[in-house]
């Protein structure tokens, strides 16, 4: 599909995609691993993870937190 400015989805740099991947707290090269539940956001890294134990909002949409778990990939 076309985006603002005329640019297709495939010419978006590959940079970016990496970036969607990176932790959204410390923005290191930390891959995505944790989904905050309830609101299912795949937003941190394990070392982010451990340390917002305790988390009583989301960081993305601040819905109450129920837990913080592991995403394996297959």
Known sequence: STMPGGSTMKDRPS????????????????????????CMHLCLCESCAIACEGLEECVICRTPVSGIYAVKSP
């Not at 990496?18 to 309830?38: D, G, K, S, W, Y």
């Open 15 to 38: 940079v970016r995609v990496e970036a969607e991947q990176e932790c959204v707290l410390c923005f290191m090269e930390n891959a995505r691993t944790h989904i905050i539940v309830p």
